[in-house]
């Protein structure tokens, strides 16, 4: 017999939606990050087009972290806190003294094929459980950033 939790769905699907959901968190961290050092250390001859962008990235993932946070702790669990906890949980890996442009856009995109997997994997299984609060989450997520999948990869052609 199915137990309910407090907004409705089974405990069970909620319990692994929230341990997918720290997982995507745990990586949004480390995605963070990454793009506060890409935005300090970016140099060259793009520096302000690329300083901006990477504002913008990491400005999102603020957003988008505490988003996830509020979603697993919507679900009724409580979401990882702590940045060992963050290095064990994510697969995305911490970029050190990168500066150039290019490279910092091939961390971008490889980050993404990370986040894109974990999204889609969330999408199905709040579809499978009635969860319409997570599976929107990811859905705005998703086509967000194959959007920025496109345009980044289509940067690295041009330049």
Same mark, same amino acid.
């Given at each position: %017999?199915?137990?309910? $939790?407090?907004?409705? #769905? @089974?405990?069970?699907?909620?319990?692994?939606?929230?341990?997918?959901?720290?997982?995507? #968190?745990?990586? =949004?961290?480390?995605? =963070?990050?990454?793009?506060?050092?890409?935005?300090?250390?970016?140099? +060259?001859? &793009?520096?302000?087009?690329?300083?901006? &962008?990477?504002?913008? !990235?990491?400005?999102?993932?603020?957003?988008?972290?505490?988003?996830?946070?509020?979603?697993?702790?919507?679900?009724? =669990?409580?979401? !990882?806190?702590?940045?060992?906890? =963050? %290095?064990?949980?994510?697969?995305?890996?911490?970029?050190?003294?990168?500066?150039? +442009? &290019?490279?910092?856009?091939?961390?971008?995109? &490889?980050?993404?094929?990370? #986040?894109?997997?974990?999204?889609?994997?969330? !999408?199905?299984?709040?579809?499978?459980?009635? @969860?319409? +609060?997570? $599976?929107?989450?990811?859905? @705005?997520?998703?086509?967000?950033?194959?959007? !920025?999948?496109? %345009? /980044?990869?289509? /940067?690295?052609?041009?330049?």
């Amino acid at each position: %017999m199915s137990q309910i $939790n407090r907004i409705g #769905l @089974d405990k069970n699907a909620s319990a692994l939606l929230a341990e997918k959901l720290n997982q995507l #968190l745990a990586n =949004y961290q480390l995605f =963070y990050i990454n793009s506060r050092e890409f935005h300090w250390n970016i140099t +060259g001859d &793009k520096f302000f087009e690329l300083h901006l &962008k990477f504002e913008e !990235l990491y400005n999102d993932s603020f957003l988008k972290i505490d988003e996830i946070a509020e979603r697993i702790l919507t679900l009724g =669990y409580t979401p !990882l806190h702590s940045f060992e906890d =963050y %290095m064990a949980h994510a697969s995305i890996h911490v970029a050190k003294n990168v500066s150039d +442009g &290019k490279a910092c856009i091939q961390e971008i995109l &490889k980050s993404y094929a990370v #986040l894109l997997p974990i999204e889609r994997e969330l !999408l199905e299984m709040s579809a499978e459980s009635g @969860d319409e +609060g997570t $599976n929107a989450l990811m859905s @705005d997520y998703i086509r967000e950033q194959e959007k !920025l999948v496109w %345009m /980044y990869s289509a /940067y690295l052609k041009n330049s």
